[in-house]
């Protein structure tokens, strides 16, 4: 059988496509890879279809190597990476042979390196994704991360055009970051001079930021109340807990939370949240919901 031998996993290699949805009402998180712009770079770049699988890789020093003939690309955080030991640029599509060996070493920018291989690995989806969601057990190989010595496993194809990602469309990971908010039903918990304050104000990424939520620290916001009954919860959205410090839920965020919501952060700004560091700067800009419905149709229609 053809396909990827895990020589080296890194420290948090998930497998993840666009995630899995309609089941929030039994619990089950969506998941899905938290970079969706380098996530659907990584198919086009090879005529993918937008919902196969491909690798989300967190750390350094993951190793591969092919037991078949393929081609594959790597998107994402900049990174060091190596085919057969010859350093090679990011944000495009190589062939590999039977016998290649893959290396991703240091990161330069970014946090997250998306790596897909032609019509995606093959392997058997779980409630309809491949995504992997630890806490839920689900996805992947084996519903957890890629250890040493797992297999990923492709159907050989034939070498196709290598394509790369025009340099107008590489993104920079700057160590600023302005997020898109469109405000929730519930702002008007917050008085004019708490959202003046929230909309106003520099907030840092803490290290309390993982693929569940990412937590800020600034400026305390305070809401007029006191908890709520929890319900449904969506990508994106900004709770305010009782500390005053936001919280920006994430793919693999649980399905209902009971903390205020000042607004919710625009999907597509969520995906330059997934590439920062802890200590980036982050401010917010307030977006009505016709413009954002807006730009979000205007990002897809490059993928769909």
Request: hydrophobic share 40%; proline share 2%.
């Amino acid at each position: 059988m053809s396909g990827f031998e895990v020589i080296k996993a890194g420290v948090f290699t998930l497998v993840q496509d666009r995630g899995r949805y309609n089941y929030a009402h039994l619990g089950v998180t969506s998941a899905g890879s938290l970079d969706e712009y380098a996530a659907l770079w990584a198919h086009k770049l090879l005529d993918n279809d937008i919902n196969d699988n491909l690798l989300e890789i967190a750390f350094s020093n993951v190793e591969l190597k092919s037991i078949g003939d393929t081609t594959i690309s790597i998107t994402g955080a900049y990174c060091e990476f190596f085919i057969n030991g010859v350093l090679k640029p990011v944000w495009q599509s190589y062939n590999i042979k039977a016998g290649d060996t893959i290396n991703i070493g240091k990161f330069t920018s970014g946090t997250r390196v998306y790596f897909a291989v032609k019509n995606g690995f093959t392997i058997k989806k779980e409630f309809g994704s491949n995504s992997t969601s630890i806490k839920d057990s689900l996805g992947g190989l084996s519903g957890n991360k890629l250890v040493n010595n797992d297999f990923l496993p492709f159907v050989d194809t034939k070498a196709i055009v290598k394509k790369r990602v025009r340099e107008d469309l590489l993104p920079k990971y700057e160590s600023e970051l302005t997020l898109r908010v469109v405000l929730s039903y519930q702002e008007s918990s917050f008085i004019k001079e708490e959202k003046e304050k929230f909309f106003n104000s520099s907030f840092t990424v803490t290290s309390d930021f993982n693929r569940m939520a990412c937590k800020l620290k600034g400026e305390q916001i305070k809401s007029s109340l006191d908890g709520i009954v929890s319900e449904g919860i969506s990508f994106g959205v900004i709770q305010i807990p009782k500390d005053g410090q936001p919280i920006i839920l994430l793919k693999d965020r649980q399905t209902i939370g009971g903390y205020p919501k000042i607004g919710s952060v625009l999907s597509i700004d969520c995906f330059k949240l997934a590439q920062a560091k802890i200590g980036t700067v982050v401010r917010f800009e307030e977006l009505n919901i016709e413009d954002s419905q807006n730009k979000i149709k205007s990002f897809y229609s490059n993928f769909f």
